[in-house]
T-cell receptor, first 111, second 119 residues
Framework: TQLLEQSPQFLSIQEGENLTVYCNSS?????LQWYRQEPGEGPVLLVT?????EVKKLKRLTFQFGDARKDSSLHITAAQTGDTGLYLC???????????FGSGTQLTVLP | DARVTQTPRHKVTEMGQEVTMRCQPI?????VFWYRQTMMQGLELLAY????????DSGMPKDRFSAEMPDATLATLKIQPSEPRDSAVYFC?????????????????FGPGTRLTVT
């Protein structure tokens, strides 16, 4: 059973368009992370959000943590072909900071 | 440039054979995690260690999977006997947490993965 559901599962857009990916949880986590994974590689951390309502920006990427700390969104402005990849949200919990990953969103940005 | 390394990168084996995957965590990190990634299940946490001690391995089938850390520079994941349903990419990740769990912005660093195919 996936504790973290992501939508959409697949997204194909043209370069220059905007997009939003959603991550919804049935649980409250101490923090939530977003990763990007490219083919043949492991996930790479993009951002960690900790406080309910928090908004973080990373160039053209905007991350938001819901007030109840159970949902999050990733918004990309003016997508580029280099943004293509698998985007994963992950809930952080426990003394070892173990991760529970979402189902993933495969983004393809077409030139 | 510190990074997590995993060997082998690819492994093809027949059902019933033993498979051993190895991971070298980043020097100085005190937590090590094993994950499995498939199209159907996504990324699943199998087991993790803190200061080489196993904390939780409830995510993996106990009858055939085993995870160990013989020393601080080596973590192993063994499958015996392997089955076709074990085909997946297996990732190792390492990180650093303090005694109280560490900062909430703690990061895990992932290796490149071992792609396992069991025929």
């Amino acid at each position: 059973t996936q504790l973290l559901e992501q939508s959409p599962q697949f997204l194909s857009i043209q370069e220059g368009e905007n997009l939003t990916v959603y991550c919804n949880s049935s649980s409250v986590f101490s923090s939530l992370q977003w990763y990007r994974q490219e083919p043949g590689e492991g996930p790479v951390l993009l951002v960690t959000v900790v406080t309910g309502g928090e908004v973080k920006k990373l160039k053209r990427l905007t991350f938001q943590f819901g007030d109840a700390r159970k949902d999050s969104s990733l918004h990309i402005t003016a997508a580029q072909t280099g943004d293509t990849g698998l985007y994963l949200c992950a809930g952080v919990k426990g003394s070892a900071r173990q991760l529970t990953f979402g189902s993933g969103t495969q983004l393809t940005v077409l030139p | 440039d510190a990074r997590v390394t995993q060997t082998p990168r690819h492994k093809v084996t027949e059902m019933g054979q033993e498979v051993t995957m190895r991971c070298q965590p980043i020097l100085g990190h005190n937590t090590v995690f094993w994950y499995r990634q498939t199209m159907m299940q996504g990324l699943e946490l199998l087991a993790y260690f803190r200061n080489r001690a196993p904390l939780d391995d409830s995510g993996m089938p106990k009858d055939r999977f085993s995870a160990e850390m013989p020393d601080a520079t080596l973590a192993t994941l063994k499958i015996q006997p392997s089955e076709p349903r074990d085909s997946a990419v297996y990732f190792c990740a390492s990180g650093l947490v303090g005694l109280a769990g560490g900062p909430l912005t703690y990061e895990q660093y992932f290796g490149p993965g071992t792609r396992l195919t069991v025929t």
